[in-house]
């Protein structure tokens, strides 16, 4: 039986999934800033700001920023003195993020075209690991977040910010009508693209819930692991360590 992955709400191989993951991101890169906006009220800006001050970004240290190609995230740190490098499966949300780095006078940035599940980098190569808002969109996560720990040197620290599971019940209900219903039409109105923002609603509600997520940072090698939920899950910072 030929082994397949969730699509959204579908089943696929992991090699169509890649394939239209690949294409959602091309469709909506140019208005992927404003469609965060829109979508969380501009809350997504605040989540952010507190994952980058989670992180602590320090000067002359390294730190590989994955699915980062917009530059939001590497942005916020580069401002500490850090070396970031911004990777990126996709290569029209790459190019965002470096017409933006023009556009604010940001020359520090490494760009690189990766997928997150075979990094070309070695081994013990960075000082820290980030991805926000992009490992619910990897093919094989176990696959990533095992790549992550391989590029961490020894005291290296993972840290993701992605949405979950709200687990406040009134909350839970009208995220629910928001997500399926009228975030779709958002997509359409905004960025005329309906069908990628209904997947992006679905690979919410499939992502694995905060303790399941927890325990597969584990299984990748990382030690001291740790849940923040904001807004009752509406989203997650996890973090660990290598050690």
Known sequence: MTE??????????PEEKTRRVRGVFSSVASKYDIMNDAMSGGMHRLWKDHFVHRVKPRAGEDILDMAGGTGDIAFRME??????TVSDINPDMLAVGMERAVERGVDTLVWSEQNAETLTFPDRHFDAYTIAFGIRNVTDIPAALREAHRVLRFGGRF??????????PGLSKAYDIYSHHLLPRLGKVIAGDEDSYRYLAE??????P??????MIREAGFVQTKVEPILGGLVAIHSGWKV
Do not use: D, H
């Open 159 to 168: 840290f993701c910010l992605e949405f979950s599971t709200v687990e406040w």
């Open 210 to 215: 905060m303790p399941e997520f927890e325990r």
């Open 79 to 84: 401002k500490a003195g850090a070396n970031i």
């Open 4 to 13: 397949t992955v969730s699509f959204g709400y579908e089943q696929v191989s």
């Open 203 to 208: 690979s919410i509600r499939k992502f694995p």
